[in-house]
């Protein structure tokens, strides 16, 4: 619906364009294109609030370029609706109008060819394949682009406007600044989604960015804070011309209040980039100042207030995903002396049994059971605090992170999250024996029935997770050491042993005979 609603200013834009009404159709559009606005961002928070819930990747926004694709239009929209407010006030930005307006429903088509093409398939976990939809994708694409391309040039002397400049401290001059950053921070994020198809215009090879996330975030976070900032004084400004010394004054209260809360979330947190701090103060501002705009100002006036309240949601939304974004700890670290592979990274995987506890972060887990529930199989884990007065365990919580079984497309796994005021502990399996046979043959393979080898000095052996070496064999065992009888024979086998991490280990079993009997001792295992 979202996508779909950004049509409604396009199709007005171009039929003011065809019929010559240049003008006349910014009042109709305005309303619908703040509809595309509550909708198409409606969309996109459901989606970060269902892939925080159901994915995989322990957050709410993985700059995927399928997400980019929603995001970018959105962005877009509402920097052609600022414009349009400022042409309904003062006649001016009418080209920008068009230009942005047309945009928005052109970056719709976009997406829609980036996500239907196959283009992205290598590069997006959720883009689809070609369907041989691909021709007719770019042709409809190319002729609605080139149709807007083809007004603005045929209508240019219509739509410009009076030049003379805004004034610095006219409210207008800012909502057009406030406008060009949205614009920026869709036109970088729209570049470097769309490198799989400048590669393929150009015959190109640049490779996406290693790290989407922190490549995305080190552009995007910057705009935000000035994007908040301009939020957080932007209503203070009047239309044509401004007092500056009453405005800042207004301003006081609520700049230092955001001074007050920053640094007490900061102390909280402890961001470590400024980057991170900056968007933590000009977002809390921009709550507190639309805030006490709306309290003493509009005096509470709710007909008058949607620009106010619009600005808090926006704070607020920026608010929740720095602090969820910035403090994300894994705590799922494996400290056993097992490397797990390099599709399960030690740092961020732990290898749990049934019946095991086994430490993460500030708690122990166990693997109580699993159930299966239809396609899905859950498993119950169980977290643990120590008490160290009993030393016993006191159970916090459960969590039942589940496997969906599928197959045709594969057994997709999705998480189980335990939500505090200040922070959540999300779990999901990455690996697990669907089939308890095999899970039982699996657990049972430690206890195989022993092997026979016969070995010269030097020979190796192999086990289901080491390698053995025969080194030599010492006569002279100390049987003080053993409390072995003087008349005991004894010989001890000095064997290393390289486990599955390449770490080595010595073994020096004994074998003691002592009259008719005989009986081996593991005497020791040294690093």
């Given amino acids: 619906m979202g996508f779909a609603a950004t049509a409604i200013p396009f199709a007005y834009a171009v039929g003011g364009m065809l019929t010559g009404r240049v003008r006349e159709w910014v009042k109709p559009a305005l309303p619908w294109s703040l509809f595309g606005i509550l909708i198409l961002g409606t969309g996109v928070l459901m989606g ?134 949205l614009v920026i921070s869709a036109i970088q994020i729209s570049i470097t989604t769309s490198i799989p198809v400048i590669n393929k215009l150009f015959n190109l090879k640049m490779a996406p960015p290693a790290d989407a996330i922190d490549f995305y975030n080190s552009w995007q976070i910057p705009l935000a804070a000035v994007i908040a900032l301009l939020m957080s004084v932007g209503l203070y400004f009047k239309w044509k011309q401004t007092d500056l010394k009453s405005m800042a004054k207004k301003l006081l209260l609520s700049f230092i209040a955001s001074l007050v809360i920053t640094f007490g979330v900061h102390y909280y947190f402890q961001f470590d980039r400024i980057q991170l701090v900056l968007l933590l103060f000009t977002s809390t501002w921009a709550f507190t100042a639309n805030l006490d ?14 620009a106010s309240i619009a600005h808090m949601g ?84 459960s969590l039942f992170p589940f496997v969906q079984l599928n197959d045709r497309m594969g057994n997709v796994s999705e998480p189980s999250t335990q939500h ?35 070995l010269s000095i030097g020979d190796t052996i192999t086990t289901s997770n080491s390698l053995v070496v025969l080194q030599s064999l010492n006569k002279d065992v100390d049987k003080a050491l053993l409390m072995l009888q003087e008349t005991d024979l004894a010989v001890a086998a000095n064997i290393l042993v390289m486990d599955v991490n390449k770490k080595m280990h010595q073994a020096n079993p004994v074998f003691i005979l002592r009259g008719a009997k005989l009986s081996i001792d593991l005497l020791k295992l040294q690093n």
Avoid at 293 to 306: C, D, P, Q, T
Avoid at 321 to 342: C, M, Y
Avoid at 347 to 366: A, F, Q, R, S
């Fill in 293 to 306: 705009y709306f309290i003493r100002v509009l005096k509470g006036n709710i007909s008058k207030s949607g």
């Fill in 420 to 454: 505090f005021l200040d922070r959540d502990i999300y779990t999901h399996v990455t690996y697990a024996e669907l089939d308890d046979k095999e899970e039982e043959k699996k657990q049972n393979e430690g206890y195989k029935p022993g092997k026979k080898y016969q």
């Fill in 48 to 181: 970060g609030a269902w892939a925080y819930e159901s994915l995989s990747f322990g957050g709410f926004w993985a700059w995927d370029p399928v997400e980019n694709a929603s995001l970018v239009p959105w962005l877009v929209l509402v920097g052609a609706t600022h414009v349009m407010i400022i042409f309904n006030k003062n006649g001016t930005s009418l080209h920008s109008s068009y230009i942005l307006c047309t945009l928005s429903f052109i970056l719709v088509l976009y997406s829609t060819f980036l996500t239907r093409s196959g283009i992205l398939g290598d590069t997006s976990v959720h883009a689809f394949t070609d369907l041989g939809m691909k021709g007719q994708l770019l042709i409809y694409m190319v002729f609605f682009f080139a149709l807007a391309v083809f007004l603005s040039i045929k209508n240019r002397k219509l739509l410009s406007t009076r030049t003379e400049e805004d004034p610095v401290s006219s409210r207008e001059f800012w909502m057009f600044m406030g406008m060009l950053i």
């Fill in 314 to 397: 926006i704070a607020f939304i920026l608010l929740g995903s720095l602090i969820a974004n910035s403090e994300k700890t894994v705590i799922s670290q494996n400290r056993l002396n097992v490397d797990l592979g390099k599709d399960f990274p030690n740092n961020e995987n732990i290898l749990l049994y049934k019946g095991d506890t086994l430490p993460m972060g500030e708690y122990y887990v166990t693997y109580k059971e699993k159930v299966k529930e239809g396609i899905h199989i859950r498993y119950e884990v169980e977290y643990l605090k120590a008490d160290h007065t009993n030393g016993q365990f006191q159970k916090q919580f």
